[in-house]
């Protein structure tokens, strides 16, 4: 049982490291797309437009990029399809809804979303990472870059090894999941239900019990799971 408890701590640990890095890398590249913007200068939505798909070569796990400007139009994306006229009706993409441009345009810090339903290609869950750039010198932002990672790609950073040994679940700030295993039957952008395990052999671990189909406590079924941040 102590090696068993050892080795669920050890591959969570594991797990989160990857998630980290995984999440850093990104928000790193919306700081350098921001950084460089403002380094471009003014320049025209042509100009903005090959930097943004440029940019977007050298991280490919952003499932969508954008520009958008101080109202929320989107003036460049990657792919193109974001782009002004890009609706049945020829409308104008506009994202000033989203809690994550209101955040953008009154902070200048990186922004990263709890996980939500992407929109423009398809409805899979995305997590989205956004900052203000700026082309002048001014106080008010002149639009965000954002980038959308489409949560199926986290199964990419997990080795094969682990995922054919363990099932994991990596959730939000808020609890939702944002991936799951698929042997675990767990649906995306639900709650993550759990309660503590209350075996003398795991006491003090921070192991936790999923709940799965609302098995007896010490059904052969069960999964431990370790609390924490991933």
Do not use: C, W
Not at 44 to 60: C, G, N, R, T
Not at 140 to 146: H, K, R, W
């Amino acid at each position: 049982m102590k090696l068993m408890k050892k080795n669920i701590i050890e591959h969570k640990q594991y797990l989160q490291m990857l998630t980290d890095n995984f999440i850093a890398k990104h928000i790193q590249a919306i700081e350098s797309a921001a950084n460089s913007l403002h380094l471009l200068g003014n320049i025209d939505k042509v100009i903005q437009q090959q930097f943004l798909l440029k940019h977007h070569q050298y991280y490919p796990e952003f499932r969508a990029m954008f520009l958008a400007n101080s109202k929320g139009d989107i003036s460049a994306s990657s792919p193109q399809q974001l782009l002004p006229g890009f609706g049945p009706s020829g409308e104008i993409g506009n994202v000033a809804f989203r809690k994550y441009f209101q955040a953008n345009m009154s902070a200048s810090t990186v922004f990263i979303s709890k996980a939500i339903r992407g929109r423009g290609f398809g409805d899979d869950p995305i997590v989205s990472i956004s900052k203000a750039f700026y082309l002048t010198n001014n106080q008010v932002a002149d639009g965000i870059v954002q980038g959308s990672i489409n949560l199926s790609n986290l199964a990419q950073i997990i080795p094969e090894n682990l995922q054919s040994d363990l099932s994991f679940v990596i959730a939000d700030a808020e609890n939702s999941i944002v991936y799951a295993s698929k042997s675990l039957n767990l649906e995306v952008l639900k709650v993550f239900k759990y309660r503590q395990k209350k075996d003398i052999t795991f006491k003090n671990t921070g192991l936790v019990q999923l709940l799965v189909n609302d098995k007896p406590e010490n059904s052969d079924s069960d999964y431990f799971l370790t609390q924490g941040k991933t």
